[in-house]
């Protein structure tokens, strides 16, 4: 599937982004999607992700900040990103990982990111 993320942009430290992430087609079964970023210098990090079923996981730095949320309808994923801190700056990415057994098929589909820059 492709993935296309938008929403990122400038914001001061306390402040909120929302990010998207639409699927070129639907999302309904992909068994795990998710958000990472990657800040300058660092590697890739798992922010937040969510299950068909609705299971989330996020990161202890931003439990209690973030919300990853998904709209099957929608073919979407969003990342609510609240009393958002400096450390938060970097690229971030939507992933989508699954499985199809019918033809032997594992895929692990990034979308371009997009950029997070926070400013205290």
């Known amino acids: 599937v492709q993935l296309q993320a938008s929403g990122g942009g400038s914001a001061r430290a306390g402040g909120s982004l929302r990010l998207s992430c639409k699927g070129s087609?639907?999302?309904?079964?992909?068994?795990?999607m998710g958000w990472y970023r990657q800040a300058p210098g660092k590697q890739r990090e798992m922010v937040a992700t969510?299950?068909?079923?609705?299971?989330?996981t996020y990161a202890d730095s931003v439990k209690g900040r973030f919300t990853i949320s998904k709209e099957n309808i929608k073919n979407s994923i969003y990342l609510q990103m609240n009393n958002l801190k400096p450390e938060d700056t970097g690229v971030y990415y939507c992933?989508?990982?699954?499985?199809?057994?019918?033809?032997?098929?594992?895929?692990?589909?990034w979308g371009q990111g997009t950029l997070v820059t926070v400013s205290s």
């Open positions: 992933n989508a990982q699954g499985y199809i057994a019918r033809i032997n098929y594992k895929y692990n589909d």
């Open positions: 087609m639907s999302i309904f079964g992909i068994p795990n």
């Open positions: 969510i299950t068909d079923g609705g299971i989330t």
